[in-house]
């Protein structure tokens, strides 16, 4: 379970294995092998028992009650050392203990991104069916009121883009049947694939959301399953999906802590193509999801009416997911090699800025000290220079080794390969003399000598990736002009700040940022949680302030697209305070493009009145004199927009958010010319 390490943005879905003497309802048979077999163990109903990890906690607490109020069948949690009583449920000091008592079919897994991993070991151990873990730094909010029983299927990467699906297709009168937030990270307990095993076997279920973003290859993978799977089935059921991210500046990390593109990732828009190729309708915004589906559903049989009545009809079996929070190429085409030979070359031009990087010299210094030969020479013969690059196949949950026996562009992208292998134990050393013998061109061999010192170079290559908790390493091997042995003639690797920021892990790694030469713009919010990304687009003129980064990445994409360009990205960090709204007011206005603001918040537990609260209150402390749009959805939405069409101020309220982005761009076209700022 070891890829579970990794820390995530937003639920993931983990199941598990059971043995039969457990005699439990969804309980699998042990001759079912494998980690899909355990895809049933998502079904949820009203008599689903389930437990909370970390179950005192303030967040945890306010989750809880909100879910009792909803109708989850809660019956007890576990804090370390402590016992008795919480909310009127058994509490147990241990998650042993409590499965033994309660029986639970599912646990919420509510502790910090540092204890998430030991909380999952705990739960696999206690053989509890359903992990849901929420973890990245903090939990996340879940706005419940939004939800309604139905049976519309939604899979999501982000959790905002999930709400406002959800919200949108409840307003419509079409309730979902379960909603399975994957997450934005690297690796995902469940996939997209997985939830659409499930939801093609729900009886429950007669259609099906995929709300993806940039960043890995689940949504190509989808692409491909569901091609097979319209092909297959005489009556499929509809699908609809969204691709955020398609504006997300290349190299950057926009919010999720797998929201970019690795050398082995489509882009947004080819997975968007790809999606659309698949017999897919993709929509440019959530919204659009209440007028697509009803139509999709008639098309196969079903009336918009009928849906809309028969989710009434759900109560007892209330479901959600307990969360705080050009041409389309073949899919053929789209094998793991194909992938890296367009997405190694954009590594090359760009680089993570929320990640760290070592670079060539940097690199090379961490390698010696894990004996690795080093040569200072840079061959001008490239044709003698091999690739050997290590990363995380998120589609397998498991590293990679990519190699090609050149680094001559195009060259080495016809002979990319990779061999996947278990991130606990590696793998085995025919495999690493395997690709050795790979690398000399075509009717050559190294020496038994050079190919072992070659497995040993790449077994040390693996143990940096594996005790460094690197994202990626990439380097170019070059045998020796004087020994033939082969060494490193240039070397890159990539840091997560993940463990860093959660738990203090590699301190010694972390503390070589150079923070000289950071954005101070982004940096100086970055301290409060909050994602500021400068876009470069000399033309644009809309800030925008987003809470999500799935929310953010698509306001940017359909900002773009009818030509009101965006300034920046800016994800509030799930979180929509006043203070949190002055300071990505004041960082903002510091870019002398703004001439106009586009809030576009989805309240959870911070309620939208509140939110209103605190933009009027920040704008009238910084005397802004640049129009504000604001859209407000979830908890009290209708009061936050009536605070801020009565406010007086330069503030414009919208409910629709196509007619939100054209105020925008009517506002800031009306200003061009104009200085912008506080006054």
Not at 141 to 158: L, R, T
Not at 317 to 336: F, G, I
């Given at each position: ?203 429950d279920t007669e259609a099906i959301i995929l709300a993806g973003e940039v960043g890995g290859n689940a949504e190509s993978d989808a692409a491909r399953w569901v091609q097979d799977y319209r092909r297959k089935s005489s009556n499929p059921k509809p699908i609809a999906a969204l691709v955020a991210g398609q504006q997300a500046v290349p190299g950057r990390i926009m919010g999720h802590a797998g929201a970019f593109r690795s050398f082995v990732d489509p882009s947004a828009a080819k997975k968007a193509r790809q999606l659309i190729s698949s017999g897919i309708q993709v929509v440019r915004h959530p919204t659009e999801f209440a007028t697509v589906m009803p139509r999709l559903m008639a098309q196969v049989g079903h009336k918009a009416s009928e849906l809309q009545r028969s989710s009434t009809k759900v109560g007892t079996r209330t479901r959600a997911y307990h969360s705080m929070t050009s041409r389309p190429r073949s899919l053929e085409d789209d094998t793991l090699w194909t992938r890296s030979r367009s997405l190694l070359h954009s590594q090359q031009q760009y680089q993570q800025k929320r990640y760290l990087h ?322």
């Amino acid at each position: 379970m070891s890829p579970l390490r990794f820390p995530c943005p937003r639920p993931v879905y983990v199941r598990k294995q059971l043995p039969t003497t457990r005699n439990r309802a969804r309980c699998l048979s042990t001759s079912q092998q494998g980690y899909r077999a355990t895809i049933p163990n998502l079904r949820l109903t009203s008599s689903t028992r389930v437990i909370y990890q970390g179950f005192t906690g303030k967040v945890s607490t306010t989750n809880a009650v909100e879910s009792l109020k909803y109708g989850t069948n809660i019956v007890g949690g576990t804090t370390p050392g402590k016992s008795g009583e919480h909310l009127g449920l058994p509490l147990y000091p241990t998650l042993r203990e409590a499965a033994e008592k309660l029986k639970p079919d599912a646990t919420a897994v509510f502790v910090g991104a540092q204890h998430a991993a030991k909380a999952i070991e705990d739960a696999i151990e206690a053989e509890i069916p359903l992990i849901v873990a929420i973890a990245e730094f903090l939990p996340r909010f879940q706005p419940i009121p939004c939800y309604m029983p139905g049976h519309i299927g939604i899979i999501a990467k982000s959790g905002t883009l999930s709400y406002e699906t959800v919200g949108a297709l409840t307003r419509a009168g079409l309730g979902q049947s379960l909603c399975i937030g994957m997450g934005g990270d690297i690796i995902a307990g469940t996939n997209m694939v997985e939830a659409l095993e499930f939801f093609k076997n729900d009886d429950d279920t007669e259609a099906i959301i995929l709300a993806g973003e940039v960043g890995g290859n689940a949504e190509s993978d989808a692409a491909r399953w569901v091609q097979d799977y319209r092909r297959k089935s005489s009556n499929p059921k509809p699908i609809a999906a969204l691709v955020a991210g398609q504006q997300a500046v290349p190299g950057r990390i926009m919010g999720h802590a797998g929201a970019f593109r690795s050398f082995v990732d489509p882009s947004a828009a080819k997975k968007a193509r790809q999606l659309i190729s698949s017999g897919i309708q993709v929509v440019r915004h959530p919204t659009e999801f209440a007028t697509v589906m009803p139509r999709l559903m008639a098309q196969v049989g079903h009336k918009a009416s009928e849906l809309q009545r028969s989710s009434t009809k759900v109560g007892t079996r209330t479901r959600a997911y307990h969360s705080m929070t050009s041409r389309p190429r073949s899919l053929e085409d789209d094998t793991l090699w194909t992938r890296s030979r367009s997405l190694l070359h954009s590594q090359q031009q760009y680089q993570q800025k929320r990640y760290l990087h070592f670079e060539d010299k940097q690199a090379k210094q961490l390698l010696k000290e894990y004996s690795v030969s080093i040569t200072d020479k840079i061959s001008a013969d490239h044709q003698n220079a091999h690739l050997i690059a290590i990363t995380v196949d998120r589609s397998r949950r498991r590293p990679a080794i990519i190699f090609s026996r050149t680094t001559v562009l195009p060259q080495m992208f016809e002979n990319l390969n990779s061999i996947r292998y278990r991130y606990s134990s590696g793998p085995p050393r025919h495999t690493l003399r395997h690709i050795i013998q790979c690398l000399p061109p075509p009717g050559m061999l190294y020496t038994r000598e050079v190919t072992d010192a070659g497995v040993e170079l790449i077994e040390a290559l693996i143990t940096i990736f594996k005790e460094k908790e690197a994202e990626s390493l990439q380097t170019h091997i070059t045998p020796s002009s004087e020994t033939g042995m082969l060494e490193v003639s240039y070397a890159k690797i990539s840091f997560d700040d993940s463990a860093f920021k959660s738990s203090n892990r590699q301190a010694d790694i972390h503390s070589q940022r150079d923070i000289a030469s950071a954005d101070p713009d982004e940096l100086s919010v970055e301290k409060d949680g909050i994602v500021y990304i400068k876009l470069s687009n000399p033309d644009a003129f809309v800030a925008t302030l987003i809470n999500g980064a799935g929310l953010a990445m698509n306001a940017l994409d359909v900002l773009h697209d009818h030509g009101a360009y965006p300034t920046n990205f800016l994800d509030t960090g799930g979180k929509a305070t006043s203070e949190t709204i002055k300071k990505s007011f004041e960082v903002i206005l510091k870019d002398p493009r703004v001439k106009v603001i586009f809030v576009n918040i989805f309240g959870g537990l911070t309620r939208c009145d509140m939110v209103a609260e605190g933009i009027i209150l920040a704008f009238k402390e910084l005397e802004m004199k640049t129009p504000v749009v604001v859209r407000l959805r979830g908890t009290n939405e209708a009061e936050g927009q009536r605070l801020i069409a009565e406010s007086g101020l330069s503030l414009h309220a919208f409910d629709d958010f196509f007619e939100a982005v054209e105020m925008c761009k009517k506002l800031g076209e009306g200003t061009k010319g104009e200085s912008s700022g506080v006054v």
